[in-house]
């Protein structure tokens, strides 16, 4: 027998690199990229699972996918989706796309990659961090969008979340306060509605709101910075000489589904188009000198320094002289366009009736000859008040005006202000009457007047207290007029199905704004839900017509960037500006208004 041992080193060798060259000559090595690119990866769906949380929370996963939306620049998500292959229709329980955490990567959309990265889960959102491209397997192109309508609940938008989607029936605008710091756009299956505005205070106003969340989604701009650049679609809508408004129909709708600051999102990869549905409304046409037209209008703090000019900032309302006159030229040229006999001011500054008051300043430069109610004493002593002013030619005061300083009106709900008029075409005689409760907002809210779970919101208690209180001293001023017809006007902070509403229609006041509207009457929108809070209410024993009354939808509908303090403006485009012979966003609300025509005693 041979030993092994007695082979010398160099020929052992020689063999073994003879072996080498052959078995690659014969059976070569794949590709480093082809190595990739082959072998068992975790499925996407298996990463999201079909729980809030994925199921891998902290470990690290190899997955494959092609990139359907790159927004991984710094200034925008830091990342990129990437969606598993499959068919659009073929969707099942858990969700076949993920966001990929990689700042600054060099990724296309279309192209097939496997990644590495640790699952979790960033404030709700499914998603790699710390990922690193491992393969780039080619060039598929991106994935068909999956029909997506609305309304969606919570789980049926999970099981789509980082998916590339299109909006099957598109959607409508129904709110746009995001717009400007953030780039959002609120979009939803209609116009959504305070569920008190719709819905009885309680469960019902619960179920609506609940649906008012399915109904709804977030169009963003692919970016996490404030105050950025807006979308260019939205850019070029305005630079065509068109208005984005509160109303309007988005079509073509298309991005990947994200969420994001406790929201869902969707991250457009495509322009959408504007259909107009809401288009700006026309001024008012002047009524016939047999009516009388009587309007509300919360001006939005309208404050003017020292009345000379100066004294800006003040408490409230524009911040520098030329945001004042801004104001000023827009509320005179939204009052002109009402054009209107009588009109209940709210959130006027509280600084008098003189000369250099807030109220005398505005009324100065309306058409026509304006007066305006001066009483005695100063209506509280909140920064803002309530005011009266009319057109001198068409109605006169009988009487002085009169104020209700007492609880609650002492605290938190302004003091009414009432004021006899007679018409001088009829010769009727009626009472208007301006309000301003006390908001919702919960600062030192407690008790009964913290929130209660019903939809009322905070200070519920203290605004059905108000409601009491104004209905009791109505009753004594009603008593030794002529004719007792009353029109309530101002805002009330409460919508139409909440309490104080109750209480007046109960009292015989009616409001005559319902059912006036194609859609239930909105004068204002908060957090992308529109609902009455001005009104006009009406009560009376003398014959009186109701020819015509509305809101006229100059604010609520429009983007609040339009406003007119350029301090969130960042340098926005002339096309985004607007002219002093121009109402748009003169206020945060509607004015609302009616036509009563006085029957012949």
């Known amino acids: 027998m041979y030993s092994l041992r007695w082979v010398p080193v160099w020929l052992v060798l020689v063999a073994i ?32 699972g079909t729980a809030a949380v994925t199921p891998l929370d902290g470990r690290t996963v190899l997955t494959e996918g092609i990139v359907t939306a790159d927004f991984s620049a710094r200034e ?17 329980p858990a ?76 959607a409508t605008i129904t709110g746009l306060y995001g717009l400007a710091r953030y780039g959002v756009i609120t979009l939803a299956d209609g116009r959504l509605f305070q ?37 260019e679609w939205v850019l070029r809508h305005y630079e065509a000489d068109r208005r984005l408004r509160v109303g309007d129909a988005l079509k073509d709708v298309e991005g990947v589904l994200d969420y994001r600051y406790g929201d869902w999102r969707l991250q457009p990869t495509t322009a959408p188009t504007v259909r107009t549905l809401n288009p700006p409304p026309e001024p008012l046409e002047r009524p016939e000198d047999g009516i009388i037209r009587v309007a509300g209008f919360n001006l939005q703090n309208y404050f003017n320094g020292d009345g000379r000019g100066g004294g800006f900032p003040s408490a409230r309302g524009a911040e520098s002289a030329a ?28 600084d008098g009736t003189g000369e250099g008051s807030a109220i005398a300043s505005l009324t100065a430069d309306l058409e026509g000859s304006w007066e305006y109610a001066r009483p005695q004493r100063r209506p509280g002593d909140d920064a803002i008040a309530v005011g009266l002013a009319w057109r001198s030619e068409r109605v006169g005061p009988v009487g002085e005006p009169e104020v209700l300083r007492s609880p609650p009106f002492n605290q938190g709900s302004r003091p009414p202000v009432a004021q006899r008029f007679r018409h001088h075409a009829s010769g009727a005689v009626f009472l208007v009457v301006v309000n301003h409760f006390k908001s919702k907002r919960c600062g030192e809210a407690s008790g009964r007047n913290a929130a209660q779970g019903d939809g009322e919101g905070c200070w519920s208690a203290h605004r059905n207290a108000a409601t009491r209180r104004l209905l009791q001293w109505l009753e004594q001023l009603r ?122 005693e």
């Not at 080498?20 to 014969?26: E, G, K, M, R, V």
């Not at 925008?76 to 099942?92: C, H, M, V």
């Not at 366009?337 to 006027?348: C, K, Q, S, T, Y």
Request: charged residues 25%.
């Open 95 to 170: 969700s076949r796309g993920l966001f990929i955490y990689a700042p600054g990567a060099d990724v296309s959309p279309g192209e097939r990659l496997r990644v590495r990265g640790e699952a979790g889960e960033y404030h709700g959102m499914t998603q790699l961090s710390e990922a690193r491209i491992e393969a780039r397997c080619g060039d598929p192109g991106l994935p068909e969008a999956a029909p997506l309508s609305l309304p969606l609940d919570s789980e049926g938008k999970e099981a789509r979340e980082g998916m590339r989607i299109r909006l099957e029936h598109g």
């Open 479 to 600: 008593e030794p007029m002529e004719a007792p017809n009353v029109v309530l006007v101002g805002d009330l902070n409460a919508y139409a199905r909440e309490t104080p509403l109750s209480l007046l229609e109960q009292a015989g006041y009616r409001n005559i704004l319902l059912d006036r509207h194609e859609n239930p009457a909105s004068s204002y929108i908060y957090r992308a839900q529109s609902g009455t809070l001005d009104y006009i209410l009406l009560a009376g024993e003398s014959e009186v017509t109701v020819e015509a009354a509305g809101i006229q939808p100059i604010n609520a509908d429009e983007p609040p960037l339009l406003h007119y303090s350029r301090e969130e403006r960042n340098g926005l485009p002339e096309s985004l500006t607007v002219s002093a012979q121009e109402p748009w966003r003169a206020s945060d609300h509607d004015p609302s208004w009616v036509d009563l025509r006085p029957g012949i």
């Open 76 to 92: 925008e998500l830091g990342g990129y989706f990437i969606q598993q292959e499959t068919r659009a229709s073929a969707q099942g």
């Open 17 to 48: 690199a003879l072996w080498f060259a052959l078995s690659y000559w014969f059976w070569p090595l794949p590709a480093a990229g082809e190595t990739g690119c082959h072998g068992a990866v975790t499925a996407v769906e298996r990463i999201q």
């Open 323 to 350: 945001a004042w006159q801004a104001q000023h030229q827009r509320l005179v040229t939204a009052l002109d366009g009402l054009a209107a006999d009588i009109i209940g001011l709210v959130e006027l500054e509280n």
């Open 195 to 231: 569920p008190t505005q719709v819905a009885e205070p309680g469960e019902a106003v619960r179920q609506v709101a609940e649906r008012n969340q399915e109904r709804s989604l977030l169009l963003d701009d692919g970016s996490r910075s404030q105050f950025s650049a807006l979308p």
